[in-house]
């Protein structure tokens, strides 16, 4: 088993236990879209537990100094992404910015709060990634104010194809601490569900929009 491998199924195992990820196949969770699923994710969790809050932290700048190397600022996806982002962006001694679903409609009207100059290159933070349109909402408005992106890390990515299709017509490239395959890999591997559950786990991944309908 190679690092990378190891370190998607510990955030996994972490994202389990602490129960920001449940699964029930049998009684199915209503998304805010209106989609039913076997899975529910609340990643904001995380951030109530030291242990698993730190692991993600160090796992986001690894990722960064790997990937992207030396942003000139961290940006986070209101509300998900903005509380792990500023830690990131503590970590790593730069600016943070939150990027909100859309332009207030007082005061100052900003999308964008905080301080990001013309030009200046940054990573985007986010908690979890489904369809990808919000995040990519956000990415957008960035550009929008000549920033320059240079990618996306998330901790949880289910790994639908409107999202792969999308951050590749967007040419931007999203890094994921985990994703839906290891996280169902290691709900097997430690019984978390039973291995009977898998084909409904899967056939819901192909076509979650018309799954239990």
Same mark, same amino acid.
């Given at each position: 088993?190679?690092?990378?491998?190891?370190?998607?199924?510990?955030?996994?195992?972490?994202?389990?236990?602490?129960?920001?990820?449940?699964?029930?196949?049998?009684?199915?969770?209503?998304? @805010?879209?209106?989609?039913?699923?076997?899975?529910? /994710?609340?990643?904001?969790?995380?951030?109530?537990?030291?242990?698993?809050?730190?692991?993600?932290?160090?796992?986001?700048?690894?990722?960064?100094?790997?990937?992207?190397?030396?942003?000139?600022?961290?940006?986070?996806?209101?509300?998900?992404?903005?509380?792990?982002?500023?830690?990131? @962006?503590?970590?790593?001694?730069?600016?943070?910015?939150?990027?909100?679903?859309?332009?207030?409609?007082?005061?100052?009207?900003?999308?964008?709060?905080?301080?990001?100059?013309?030009?200046?290159? !940054?990573?985007?933070?986010?908690?979890? !990634?489904?369809?990808?349109?919000?995040?990519?909402?956000?990415?957008?408005?960035?550009?929008?104010?000549?920033?320059?992106?240079?990618?996306?890390? /998330?901790?949880?990515?289910?790994?639908?194809?409107?999202?792969?299709?999308?951050?590749?017509?967007?040419?931007?490239?999203?890094?994921?601490?985990?994703?839906?395959? /290891?996280?169902?890999?290691?709900?097997?591997?430690?019984?978390?569900?039973?291995?009977?559950?898998?084909?409904?786990?899967?056939?819901?991944?192909?076509?979650?929009?018309?799954?239990?309908?």
């Amino acid at each position: 088993m190679n690092s990378e491998l190891d370190s998607k199924l510990q955030m996994s195992e972490f994202l389990l236990q602490i129960k920001a990820i449940k699964l029930n196949v049998e009684k199915p969770f209503t998304w @805010a879209s209106g989609w039913k699923s076997p899975i529910y /994710c609340d990643n904001r969790k995380t951030l109530s537990y030291p242990k698993v809050r730190n692991y993600i932290r160090e796992q986001f700048v690894k990722a960064i100094h790997l990937e992207f190397g030396s942003p000139n600022v961290i940006a986070g996806v209101a509300t998900g992404g903005i509380a792990i982002g500023a830690l990131v @962006a503590q970590e790593l001694g730069l600016p943070f910015v939150y990027v909100r679903t859309s332009k207030k409609d007082h005061g100052l009207t900003n999308q964008i709060e905080g301080v990001i100059e013309s030009g200046q290159s !940054v990573v985007v933070i986010e908690d979890l !990634v489904s369809t990808g349109m919000s995040s990519l909402n956000a990415i957008e408005a960035l550009k929008a104010e000549d920033s320059k992106v240079m990618g996306m890390v /998330c901790i949880f990515n289910y790994g639908f194809s409107e999202a792969k299709d999308a951050f590749k017509k967007s040419k931007v490239k999203l890094i994921s601490l985990t994703n839906y395959d /290891c996280l169902i890999q290691q709900a097997v591997n430690n019984n978390y569900i039973h291995e009977d559950d898998l084909i409904t786990l899967k056939k819901w991944r192909e076509n979650p929009a018309n799954w239990g309908k």
